[in-house]
């Protein structure tokens, strides 16, 4: 008697029937994920193309602000004074002398013991108030005083009741000029005759009682101001003009020229020499720039388009005319003349020392000669770049076509979405339809089982009477 197969072989057999029947399924899953790799890699595309727009875009920019209107500025003694310029400089060079640099105010008090009673002695236990102006701001301080306080702490009380008041626009200290004495130091916040301490006292006299007095030069031990009025502001001569500031950073005297100071100099020191050029390198750095971002497209669209000489193997976008032809378009719009040029102008890279190899990739054959353009003809290799038919102009509208919202990436990545969409449909249905096979068969294997089980019963049965002689009725 053959037996019917059993459970578990059952189920062997029904998922080896699955396999076969999801064979269309997996088909349709590997051509899916082909298409997912080519919207992968057409996003890679577009992000790479997008570097070069932008850089591109940099490049055909004509205000002083661009990077066509980069300066650089030196200075022939930096322990003196540095120089920094930016785009609205002019080219040109300077002549400075430090003849003094900015401080910031400040007023000394009397020295004092630290252990003795003077102050307290001479004001009594109380309340103390006085105002501080600076640069038309006052702000008030209160002190309270106690009854046989010492020197050093009524001081320290000051510092911490001045640095604890906002906005004072001053800083308090405590100085300790020897082992058994101190003075009170106030100190501006900024440096410069604008921002000159005043100071009163409201409630009291302790100021004037400690010798904080801001109309007297300190001396000695005796209190006052540290440097006279004149004295609070940096002095230069640019070019023999004399320059005030309050502060040691001078970026008003030269338009776009930036003067930071260090040291003063002497009536017999020589001038510092400041050159203020075009920065040849940062604008050669966005060529180059330009010229990778460049090679990359280049290199990426040929890696992806090509196919296999040996395997005949297909890249992702091999057959793909759009992209393929963009390959070509970005080879002329980088080697046809610029047109609309004044007379004399270069109108191809070559002639500024760009050139391209036979691939079509771009290189600085000649960085002598770039060099010597961006310094003294930098217009011409701008024109180049940003004039109507310039190189940037030419690539931002080709890119454009490509990138753009409606562009070929984007209506590309669109018909691959729907094709994903219908084989994801398409996968659905034919795996319902495996599923519902599936369970036919295992009902019809059911059946068959219970249909083996009864046949087994009475095969068994009829074969105890067979063998006890029963006689059926």
């Known amino acids: 008697m053959i037996s019917p197969v059993g459970g578990n072989n059952i189920e062997l ?39 070069l727009q932008s850089i591109a875009k940099e490049l055909g920019y004509s205000t002083s602000t661009s990077i066509w209107g980069s300066k650089t500025a030196t200075s022939s003694d930096e322990s003196i004074l540095k120089v920094t310029a930016s785009s609205s400089a002019v080219a040109t060079s300077h002549t400075v002398k430090v003849l003094q640099l900015a401080k910031a105010d400040k007023i000394i008090s009397n020295q004092y013991t630290l252990t003795g009673k003077d102050i307290v002695n001479s004001l009594g236990a109380g309340t103390y108030t006085f105002e501080v102006t600076v640069n038309g701001t006052s702000q008030q301080v209160s002190v309270d005083i106690a009854a046989g306080e010492d020197n050093e702490t009524i001081l320290k009380n000051i510092v911490t009741a001045v ?8 800083s308090a200290s405590f100085i300790q000029d020897s082992s058994g004495t101190g003075r009170l130091v106030f100190t501006s916040n ?20 400690i010798g904080m007095n801001d109309s007297v030069a300190m001396s000695g031990t005796s209190g006052g101001y540290l440097y006279a009025s004149t004295e609070l502001n ?7 003009i004399t320059v005030t500031s309050n502060d040691n950073s ?31 390198e940062t604008i050669k750095g966005k060529i180059q720039s ?24 297909r890249s992702i976008f091999s057959g793909d005319y759009s992209i ?34 036979r691939d079509g990739k771009l290189s600085i054959t000649d960085s002598a000669k770039l060099e010597d353009m961006l310094k003294n003809n930098l ?14 102009s030419r690539l931002d509208s080709l890119l454009e076509e490509m990138t753009g919202g409606d562009g070929v990436i984007e209506s590309r990545k669109d018909v691959l979405s729907g094709q994903i969409s219908s084989i994801n449909n398409r996968i659905d249905l034919l795996q319902k339809q495996v599923d519902r096979k599936m369970e036919y068969y295992r009902e019809q294997f059911s059946q068959l089982q219970a249909a083996y089980a009864m046949y087994t019963s009475q095969f068994s049965y009829i074969s105890q009477i067979s063998q006890t002689g029963l006689v059926l009725p």
Do not use: C, H, W
Request: hydrophobic fraction near 35%; proline fraction near 3%; aromatic fraction near 8%.
């Open 13 to 51: 057999l029904l998922q080896s029937y699955r396999v076969l029947e999801e064979r269309p399924i997996r088909e349709l899953e590997s051509r899916k994920d082909f298409i997912d790799q080519r919207i992968s890699k057409l996003n890679e595309l577009k992000s790479k193309l997008n570097a």
């Open 163 to 170: 640095n604890n008041t906002t906005d004072i626009q001053i």
């Open 190 to 209: 900024e440096t410069g005759q604008d921002y000159e301490m005043t100071l009163t006292d409201v409630s009291g006299s302790l100021l004037s009682t």
């Open 234 to 240: 940096a002095i230069v001569e640019i070019d023999g």
């Open 250 to 280: 001078i970026d008003t005297a030269v338009e776009g020229v930036t003067f930071d100071l260090y040291k003063t100099q002497s009536s017999s020191d020589a001038p510092v020499n400041v050159d203020v050029s075009v920065d040849v």
């Open 290 to 313: 330009f010229i990778d971002k460049y090679n990359e497209v280049f290199d990426f669209i040929k890696d992806n388009t090509k196919v296999d000489t040996t395997t005949y193997k």
């Open 324 to 357: 393929m032809r963009l390959r070509l378009q970005l080879r002329e719009a980088m080697s046809d003349p610029v047109s609309g040029l004044p007379s004399g102008y270069p109108t191809i890279l070559a002639e500024i020392g760009i050139e391209a190899d």
């Open 379 to 392: 217009e011409q290799v701008e024109a180049l770049f940003n004039s109507s038919d310039g190189y940037s």
